[in-house]
């Protein structure tokens, strides 16, 4: 599984693991977690983050605008 986060208004990109998404979360930080597998992926390792977005990728470019931009995107993705 890899994560990515992207502030949404300076454009940086940053890699995530998963411990450090964990931790971002446990002390509350502003994230919004989008879980942007494949449909077969999602279907093999249904696990999600509590919380998170599920928008499949071949729909994110349309459904982007409706993603929160007050806060950090966490993209989920394999």
């Known amino acids: 599984m890899k994560i990515f986060g992207r502030r949404v208004k300076s454009g ?4 995530l693991s998963a411990r450090e998404l964990k931790q971002r979360l446990d002390r509350g930080e502003k994230l ?5 597998r494949q449909q077969a992926d999602f279907e093999e390792h249904p696990s999600a983050i509590p919380g ?3 928008v499949p990728p071949t729909v994110l ?3 982007y605008g409706e993603l ?5 995107l966490v993209f989920v993705c394999t």
């Open 68 to 72: 929160p931009s007050d806060r950090l």
């Open 12 to 15: 940086d990109v940053i890699s």
């Open 32 to 36: 919004a977690v989008v879980d942007v």
């Open 52 to 54: 998170a977005i599920r």
């Open 61 to 63: 470019p349309e459904r």
